[in-house]
């Protein structure tokens, strides 16, 4: 499946647009996560265990996006935006979604 931030594939032809495809992956922050944050921000540097779950809940909502515009015969996923949200009572969880257009190539 050909992915796209941008409107188009280059150097391909869109034939036909099937519609908006979705995908989402929530992570919920643990306390050893949290933990080692925390002392990451105090001494500084990179939050490398965040970022690895960061990266794993995009992959996710990604892969559930081009699913979704498999099952509906497109051969790619165009005008892609991810959408980062924090969720919970005290924004212990983090919602990543994907959203693009699904459209069949020539």
Do not use: W
């Amino acid at each position: 499946m050909l992915t796209s931030t941008t409107p188009n594939i280059a150097e391909r032809e869109i034939a036909r647009t099937l519609g908006v495809v979705t995908g989402e992956a929530i992570i919920g922050a643990n306390i050893f996560r949290d933990l080692l944050a925390g002392i990451t921000d105090i001494i500084g540097g990179r939050a490398g265990t965040y970022e690895r779950g960061l990266r794993q809940a995009r992959d996710i909502a990604i892969q559930e996006m081009c699913a979704e515009a498999a099952s509906l015969g497109g051969d790619a996923v165009v005008g892609i935006d991810l959408d980062y949200e924090t969720m919970g009572d005290r924004g212990g969880m983090l919602m990543v979604s994907a959203t693009g257009t699904a459209v069949k190539l020539r």
